[in-house]
């Protein structure tokens, strides 16, 4: 059942034939969720483009907001984080974070995102869940605006009333 392997210090000592298998395939997996956890770092030898079409990539399409100004407010939606931009002119969008999820002590993906115009509001939902749970959400909030400034806030799925955000 145990091999005995003999050292050059003439030492003995016992190892599982099953041991060195067990760590080698925990390792693959540990160096696997680590490099499946992180973001692929950027190269920092691009150069940055002005034009309209280099905004961010989002998870969910762009939704544009007009104003009682006729100036659209464009929101979208990364990685459970919405961001906003406010056209100026024919100048370049630039993107600002709105709002992103709650901190949280363990890993968490996004699992819910939802960013739709109704008509009357612009409507945003963002949702994380640990990894490895099951369910919705550690973290969740619902927010709603006509003007892309007063923002109302549905803390938890089992909140139906809009609260105002301070």
Same mark, same amino acid.
């Given at each position: ?35 499946? %956890? ?9 150069? $940055? ?20 100004? *006729?100036? $659209? ?6 990685? %459970? ?11 370049? &969008? ?5 709002? &992103? $999820? ?17 008509? &009357? ?10 990894? *490895?749970?099951?369910?919705? %959400? ?29």
């Amino acid at each position: 059942m145990y091999r005995y392997i003999q050292v050059a210090s003439d030492s003995t000592f016992s190892t599982h034939p099953w041991k060195t298998i067990k760590v080698l395939i925990t390792s693959i997996g540990m160096a696997a969720a680590v490099t499946a %956890c992180s973001e692929p770092a950027s190269p920092t030898n691009q150069t $940055p483009d002005s034009s309209r079409s280099a905004g961010p990539v989002f998870t969910t399409p762009t939704v544009e907001l007009p104003l009682a100004t *006729g100036e $659209p407010v464009l929101f979208g939606i990364k990685s %459970c984080k919405v961001y906003i931009s406010a056209s100026s002119g024919g100048a370049p &969008e630039t993107w600002t974070l709105l709002f &992103e $999820p709650a901190p949280y002590p363990l890993p968490q993906q996004c699992i819910r995102e939802r960013l739709e115009f109704d008509g &009357e509001f612009i409507q945003i939902e963002i949702g994380t869940q640990a990894l *490895g749970a099951g369910g919705c %959400c550690t973290s969740y909030a619902a927010y709603r605006s006509r003007d892309g400034e007063n923002w109302e806030v549905r803390p938890a799925t089992s909140i139906t009333e809009w609260q105002v955000l301070e």
